[in-house]
């Protein structure tokens, strides 16, 4: 247990909002960089508590709770490019909101109106993925696409791009990921494996996936893997901006653990009293994403005192909009279920959708007399 | 008419080769497919002429190929991939019922998987075990992939081709042991049939005989051996199960009157199950007989030594055959 914990952190921003030297690695934004972070920091915990209050008041079907995690998903979504592609888990509505993917579009897929229908070529963010795992091979497979594109190597700025996989610790049991981390690494994929260690999967610790610290997998592999603070959305970002820029100049695959808490429970429906004390979640409150942050702009009078309010305001704002727009979120047509399976509607599901269709139309009937 | 005279792994091989020409996003994977060709030696010379990057040499991990081949078709691709035998094909299953299958869906539309998944199937090669099944039924019956089963070297030239063009995710079986067994010439510039249609292809007023893949040649020895017996079999090659193209069928039956369907797969829940439910669903006042189902029993496929007692044969046909002409 003590080696899956000791490894020294890259850390770059003290819980106490104190800036730290690394040999390897630094923060190369300013101050207002930090500041522009942090706004993104407040905003995505806004949409996740916005999220669960919706949850318990039966507006969403569930939420997994990002809570504890924003840095690990501001600092690595922040470091990405534009031309770069991310593939998610169900619980990365930061790096969701790094994409400029709406809040909406996930909420409307945890209330069941839809399964997560935003455009990923768009974006360049997957769709969230379910199937622990699996999306790490669809990375690595995106990748793939992107050195067959001559996308890799040639210095172009704004051409060579990388692709990041999110997964969890638990994630790394899966076969899936193993396997993603065979074919990117003899493919020399352009991809950065990105691995949030919430210390838990559900009710199962970290120490029931591994007996070595995760970031060591990658030696075994034939890559480099480093572990980060992930709460610390300094070094998150200063450890994806490498590891991305390696992939991008065709020097092949990282993998990063990211080391952070699930601060809630594993999504809505589940009881974390029931399988893990609540002093460890006390400790961790210490170590804090946002704080550390607030405290650094506050120290080094970075920001006004209107700066933290405004933000405020601007949570407040966003929170009633989605408040609003989730209550007023209609359900589908059920009659649009039959679409988008194929290309083109098969004339077995047509004639399915016009059974129901005539069925729907005789209960009317029904009702109606 | 330009005729080139093919086998079904020839007619495989140019028809790839062809797509690969037509489409420089046709990217081929799998395992042993570079410098072998294969297993079956499908891919032959192709990596010799297209390079590696478009016939690619995949670790040996299958869920790792229909993985990675999600992604590279979400990059533009258009991955076709080989898995080496039938058997094989269940560490992808998640990655294509959950993956491959469902990503238009859940896009609302908007990001299809045009991924064609080539799978070598059936018995009859004396093979180890895992090398000889037949698990259509478990695609089949998976919304969002479409299956077909060629039987034939003319057929397979241009479904292989017509397969790579879909938009849609298709598993393509291949009858192994139909290979390298029969030629055919192939004229390369005729027009061919829709790759979603099932064919008449023998005559006949007796009774309908339905089959794909490696049943087709069955049927079509039963009906031969039928003609000393008076019998007059129409037999018809489905070509595609999922969708299935019932037309062809129906106006069949509503002829015969008759119906046996012919599979390698077991019976339980195969595709003659739906098949013998649809013809009695549309063609009930037509049928003089229940549709009967004559498959592989409902074991795990047998030993090589004993597989010929297993798989169904021309004389099982027959008897299934006479069974509905006595009812
Ligand atoms: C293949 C698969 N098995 C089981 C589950 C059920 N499940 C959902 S989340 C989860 C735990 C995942 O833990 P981890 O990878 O650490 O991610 P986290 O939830 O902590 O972000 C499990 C077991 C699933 N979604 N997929
Ligand atoms: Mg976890």
Known sequence: ?369 | MTATTMSMAKALNAGLRRAMDDDSKVVLMGEDIGRLGGVFRITDGLQKDFGDERVIDTPLAESGILGTAVGLALRGYRPVVEIQFDGFVYPAYDQIVSQVAKYRYRSGGRVGMPIVIRIPFGGGIGAVEHHSESPEAQFAHTPGLKVVACSNPRDTYWMIQQAVASPDPVVFLEPKRLYHSTKAEIDVEATPTPLFSSQVVRPGTSATVLAYGPAVSVAMGAAEAGLADGLDLEVIDLRTLSPLDMGPVHESVRKTGRAVVVHEAHRNLGMGAEIAARISEECFYSLEAPVLRVGGYDTPYPPSRVEEAWLPDLDRVLDAVDRSLAW
């Open chain 1, 1 to 369: 247990m003590a080696d899956l914990v000791d490894p020294p952190l890259v850390q770059l921003l003290t819980p106490e909002g104190e800036r730290v030297e690394h040999p390897d690695y630094r923060f190369d934004g300013d101050d207002q960089t930090i500041a522009a972070l942090y706004r993104d920091l407040v905003l995505t915990r806004r949409v996740d508590t916005e999220a669960t209050a919706l949850q318990r008041h039966g507006e969403l079907g569930i939420w997994a709770s990002l809570l504890g995690q924003e840095a690990a998903q501001i600092g690595s979504g922040r470091a990405l490019a534009p031309q770069d592609f991310a593939f998610p888990t169900y619980r990365e509505h930061g790096v969701a909101w790094c994409r400029d993917v709406d809040p909406m579009a996930l909420l409307r897929l945890f209330r069941g109106t839809d399964q997560g229908t935003w455009d990923p070529d768009e974006h360049n963010f997957g769709l969230y993925t379910i199937v622990i795992g699996a999306q790490t091979l669809h990375a690595t497979g995106y990748a793939m696409g992107i050195q067959r594109d001559g996308a890799v190597g040639t210095g172009e700025a704004g051409r060579d791009a990388a692709v990041v996989a999110y997964f969890g610790d638990g994630a790394t049991s899966q076969g899936d990921v193993n396997e993603a981390f065979v074919y990117a690494a003899v493919m020399n994929a352009p991809v950065v494996f990105f691995c949030q260690n919430n210390q838990w999967a559900i009710s199962e610790p970290t120490t029931r996936q591994t007996r070595v610290p995760l970031y060591q997998r990658a030696a075994g592999f034939g890559f480099p893997g480093v572990r980060v603070d992930g709460n610390d959305v300094l070094a998150v970002h200063a450890v994806t901006t490498e590891a991305l820029q390696r992939a991008r100049e065709g020097s092949g695959p990282s993998l990063i653990e990211a080391f952070t808490y699930r601060m809630g429970a594993h999504t809505t429906t589940d009881d974390p009293t029931r399988y893990r004390h609540s002093d460890e979640v006390e400790r961790w409150k210490l170590r804090d994403p946002l704080e550390r942050v607030r405290a650094y702009l506050r120290r080094v009078n970075a920001v006004d005192e209107a700066f933290f309010t405004d933000i405020e305001a601007e949570a407040e704002e966003l929170g009633v909009r989605l408040r609003a727009e989730v209550r007023a979120l209609p359900d589908p047509d059920p009659t649009t279920l039959f679409g988008n399976v194929f290309t083109e509607q098969t004339p077995e599901l047509a004639a399915e959708q016009e059974e129901f269709r005539s069925w729907s139309a005789s209960l009317e009937t029904e009702v109606a007399r």
